[in-house]
């Protein structure tokens, strides 16, 4: 009852904020958190939290998945690396951070 995202592209910083709100949360409370919340990853998390939920339903065979307690996590991913030129033919690095996102489902206990 596992779903994971790989290398989205925004800092991790931003998207382990998304996944603090909804972590000890049931699945019915994080989709209407999820889909009032006004961040850019609330969409992407939705949709991840939707593909664990389809997990649970076919290949764990759980009939309510309502009730099941997430737990998330974010990882920092690659950095993809770019330069920005500046005066005097000099170049600035600019780093632009991705995620990894991995979203659980648990039955309550």
Known sequence: MKAIL?????????TALISELIRGKSVK???AILNKLVKRGAAPMLKLLE?????????DKISNT??????TYVNKGKVLKRWRPRAMGRAFPIH??????????????
Do not use: F
């Open 66 to 71: 309502d009730d099941l307690i997430i737990s």
């Open 29 to 31: 409370e994080a989709r």
């Open 51 to 59: 593909s664990a939920v389809a997990n649970a339903k076919n290949n």
């Open 96 to 109: 632009k951070h991705t995620s990894h996102i991995v979203i659980e489902l648990q039955e309550k206990k």
């Open 6 to 14: 790989l290398n989205y592209r925004q800092a991790p910083r931003k």
